[in-house]
């Protein structure tokens, strides 16, 4: 292998619950290893250093042409015949995932290196409409660990039969290395979207682990203490000795999906009963699902997680050229002759939603994004020499109003 000063981000990808991601434009994985000097009185010198547990952050930005990766955080699969339609935005909807970004040579399909992040979960969705820009979808996740796999890692994904303890690993495939620090042999194991915590078989039948890789016999297998219900499914990334190859091809052609959806292809529909305001220049919103990490005494390893009820906000800016906006955000179909509307006035039964369409076809709807009851919480009205008169209007959802997503048309 020749010397490599730098490799392209085309080089990258990027693998969630073992599918590759579409159209994604950015990935970033940050790290910080927490830690606390200790001092002591009459001592002028740092006595010592404790570290914490590592906390990890994953960003991904992907052009927003479907629901594929809505369905994964769901624990769905993207790609099956009759993929879900439906996605409700709540703490409990959400599964923890495992990334893999393997990092390959120039010229070459095989991963020279692999990053992996286990049991990473959401902690917040951007969505990014503008009239001239590209239809984004930002996520960001947190989880306390990150790995960096020489050549590849592996993951599989099992679906439990009735009181299922054994899970036979596909070792004739990618082979079996282990984690040299720890000896551990797995990055990361879930049960649906839930992550478990391994250990040796003796600690498994104390009861202080969920499972143990039994790398004695052939194939290696996953070994839970406990039988899994019928269904349930099991995701297991782990170090790989087999280099594997990832292809440079697209995932999804833009005969699946577009390449990209620009503002023209998103009509957005706000009002009380469906309303078309008109002149809008974006739509931004975030959805925070705020996430309590769950430690405890004498455990090296975050143990969970509890999801909080998400809350949305943004905003969304129209053209300022009459009162016809305020008019219909105050529950009016026009504003009426002679009389005046204020900031006091916003009806609290406003909805937001956001239709992309195919390019290719106006008519079809491939996704929509609905809030069924936003509230008023700010508003600006800006003037600048050069520029359109605008006025942005802040917004959040109304209490015990949960957002949903679906694929194609709302019902």
């Known amino acids: ?18 599918t590759v991601v579409d159209r994604v434009q950015s990935l970033g994985v940050n790290t910080t290893l927490p830690s606390e000097d200790v001092k002591e009185l009459g001592n002028p010198a740092i006595v010592d250093t404790v570290e914490d547990i590592p906390e990890t952050t994953v960003d991904i930005e992907a052009f927003d042409t479907n629901c594929e990766l809505i369905t994964l955080l769901q624990g769905g699969d993207p790609h099956a015949a009759t993929p879900p339609t439906q996605f409700d935005i709540t703490a409990d909807d959400f599964k923890t995932v495992g990334f893999l970004f393997p990092v390959k040579e120039v010229g070459s399909t095989n991963a020279l290196k692999t990053g992996v992040v286990g049991n990473a979960q959401v902690r917040s969705i951007n969505y990014r409409y503008d009239v001239d820009g590209t239809a984004t979808e930002s996520l960001s996740f947190g989880s306390d660990n990150l790995f960096w796999s020489d050549n590849s890692a592996a993951f599989e994904s099992f679906t439990a039969t009735p009181s299922q303890t054994d899970f036979p690993l596909d070792v004739a495939t990618y082979g079996l290395s282990i984690e040299w620090k720890t000896d551990t042999f797995s990055f990361c194991v879930d049960v649906e979207g839930v992550r478990k915590t391994e250990g040796t078989s003796a600690e498994v039948t104390a009861g202080t682990a969920d499972y143990y890789i039994d790398d004695v016999s ?32 697209v995932h999804e052609s833009s005969a699946v999906y577009p390449g990209a959806i620009k503002g023209r292809n998103i009509p957005i529909r706000i009002g009380t ?12 919103f975030t959805i925070d699902i705020p996430v309590e990490v769950i430690k405890e005494m004498g455990n090296t390893q975050v143990v969970g997680s509890i999801g909080d009820i998400p809350t949305v906000s943004g905003d969304f800016t129209v053209l300022d050229r009459d009162g016809r906006v305020f008019s219909e955000l105050c529950g009016q179909t026009d504003l009426p002759t002679a009389k005046a509307v204020s900031v006091g006035d916003f ?15 106006n008519s079809t709807v491939l996704k929509t994004i609905y809030l069924p009851k936003i509230v008023i919480t700010g508003l600006s009205h800006t003037t600048r020499v050069g520029d359109q008169i605008a ?10 109003e949960v957002p ?3 694929r194609g048309e709302k019902p």
């Open 1 to 18: 292998m020749a010397d490599i000063i730098a490799l392209q981000s085309e080089k990258i990808l990027v693998v969630g619950r073992g």
């Open 218 to 249: 052939s194939p290696h297998v996953l070994i839970f203490g406990t039988g899994l219900d019928t269904g349930q499914i099991v995701n297991i990334l782990y170090p790989c000795v087999t280099t594997q190859a990832f292809g440079s091809g």
């Open 273 to 284: 009963g469906g309303d078309i305001v008109r002149r809008v220049q974006s739509v931004n």
């Open 347 to 361: 009806v609290k039964t406003l909805s937001l939603e956001v239709k992309l369409l195919d390019p290719d076809d």
């Open 391 to 400: 006025q942005v209007f802040n917004f959040k959802n109304a209490a015990g």
């Open 404 to 406: 949903a997503i679906y």
